[in-house]
């Protein structure tokens, strides 16, 4: 399961935006908003992905997201 498709999972209205490639990295960034099923909380967090690509293959992921915004619709009060 590719990683959009996860959250897409867990989250009602999941999506993201902006990407850019130069040779063997790709970035892309943008939001991961929706409502968190478990809890009918909603969110609306920044993300950043990078992508290390060799012959034409992932070979290295990073993803930095604002944790803290995704928490917030987690946590059950």
Do not use: C, P
């Not at 990407?19 to 063997?24: G, T």
């Not at 690509?53 to 993803?63: D, W």
């Not at 915004?69 to 059950?76: E, G, N, R, S």
């Amino acid at each position: 399961m590719d990683n959009l498709s996860l959250i897409k999972s867990t989250y009602e209205g999941a999506n993201s935006q902006e990407n850019a490639r130069n040779s063997d990295k790709v970035f892309a960034y943008g939001n991961y908003s929706g409502v968190y099923k478990a809890t009918g909380r909603a969110m609306n967090a920044r993300v950043a992905h990078l992508w290390t690509l060799a012959n034409g293959k992932v070979t290295h992921f990073e993803q930095l997201v604002d944790s803290h915004t995704v928490q917030l619709a987690i946590v059950d009060k």
